[in-house]
């Protein structure tokens, strides 16, 4: 059962919760009926949510474009980039091609402010998005531009965190 209206909406801001916003509604769009398919900008495969949702194929599918590691802003290799415009193509590909309900572009915002993907590509990308496909855009540093052309913007607000204090991520919770 397709969607009949797709929307853009953006998890964006301080706090974590942005992709395990967008990883719960790909487990309820799943629970509908629709194809969800996740992609992962700036991060490798090895996350516990990966791990689940590997087992809920066909309905949502993952695929992660990243290296190990870390990225700081001014730091990236040309492999970042690569992998970046990488992601964006297959994206795109899944878009157009039919074969998604819903379609999650996590960390996108995140690729922006590091400058590993053009705005105007972005832009563009959401020019393009068919009417009866869903698209979600997490990350932190979601630009103006973006949030302007979305349908629903959330931002997560940091009021508190155990990093505060000193605790680590931790399996299961945080990754």
Do not use: C, W
Not at 133 to 147: D, F, M
Request: aromatic share 8%; net charge neutral.
């Amino acid at each position: 059962m397709p969607l009949n209206q797709g929307l853009i909406q953006v998890y964006t801001g301080n706090a974590k919760g942005k992709s395990t916003a967008a990883f719960g509604l790909a487990v309820r769009a799943a629970g509908h009926g629709l194809k969800v398919h996740i992609v992962q900008f700036m991060k490798t495969g090895d996350y516990g949510e990966n791990k689940t949702l590997a087992r809920l194929a066909p309905e949502i599918e993952v695929r992660a474009f990243g290296r190990k590691g870390f990225i700081h802003r001014g730091g990236a290799r040309a492999e970042d980039y690569e992998l970046a415009v990488q992601a964006l193509d297959y994206a795109r590909e899944i878009m157009l091609s039919g074969r998604a309900d819903v379609l999650i572009l996590d960390e996108i915002n995140n690729a922006l402010y590091f400058g590993l993907l053009p705005l105007e590509a972005v832009l563009e990308f959401l020019a393009a998005k068919p009417p009866q496909i869903e698209l979600v855009l997490t990350g932190r540093n979601a630009p103006r531009e973006i949030t302007e052309r979305a349908d629903l913007v959330t931002e997560m607000l940091e009021v508190k965190h155990p990093y505060q204090q000193g605790i680590g991520s931790r399996a299961g919770i945080e990754y």
